[in-house]
């Protein structure tokens, strides 16, 4: 088993430092696909409440990506969208009475925004960049039970993000990339970066 970890350490070193691999460019194309984090989903402890059978509706996660065309060595512009559905569902008495009332809402968010990124660091292996964006947002929001609300579209429908983050490469157009960002999807999002 040792030999086997030292061999296979040794292929994946070998080929990480005898890939050649450049920094991001002007003319380059990036494309990120990934995942965010926290969606705003609670999974409540139902003990000791008079809710019953609470659960989520939508996952844990949000989903997104972006697209991003070099115009100068240390500056992109493009595209930036993402996708949550977030909610939740339970059964709870009516107002201390026998009568179980289900409640459920389910509100889904999709933004789309231009983007653009200011790239402070750029070497062979790391690709880090401050970036804005501005655009649009979608809302759905289906409410039943104790409150009923039906609302399709939002109420200000402009979508807003400041970011930072960095793209990893472990070949020439493979890497994975990470950002922390405040308003216009979740906080912290990764996931995939191609690079052509």
């Known amino acids: 088993m040792k030999k086997l970890l030292l061999i296979l350490t040794i292929i994946v070193g070998t080929t990480f430092s005898a890939s ?6 002007k003319g380059n194309i ?11 989903n609670v999974l ?14 939508g996952g844990p996660f949000a989903f997104g990506g972006r697209l991003e065309y070099m115009v100068a060595d240390g500056f992109g512009i493009g595209l930036d969208g993402n ?12 107002n ?12 889904k968010r999709m933004r789309i925004m231009l983007r653009m990124n200011k790239h402070i660091v750029q070497n ?5 960049y401050i970036g804005a964006g501005v655009g649009y947002r979608y809302v759905n929001r289906v409410s039943t039970g104790f409150i009923e609300v039906e609302q399709d579209g939002a109420l200000v429908p402009v979508a807003f993000r400041l970011a930072f983050g960095a793209r990893f490469f472990f070949t020439e157009n493979l890497g994975a990339h990470v950002e922390l960002g405040a308003w216009g999807g979740a906080p912290l999002q990764m996931g995939l970066s191609l690079k052509f």
Request: negative net charge.
């Open 20 to 25: 050649a691999q450049s920094p991001v460019m």
């Open 30 to 40: 990036l494309i990120d696909a990934g995942i965010g984090w926290p969606t705003g």
């Open 44 to 57: 409540w402890n139902d003990d000791g409440n008079d809710w019953q059978n609470y659960k989520v509706n």
């Open 83 to 94: 996708y949550v559905t977030t909610g939740y569902n339970y059964d709870s008495y009516f």
């Open 96 to 107: 201390n009475t026998d009568s179980l009332v289900n409640s459920d809402l389910t509100t």
């Open 124 to 128: 062979d292996l790391v690709d880090a």
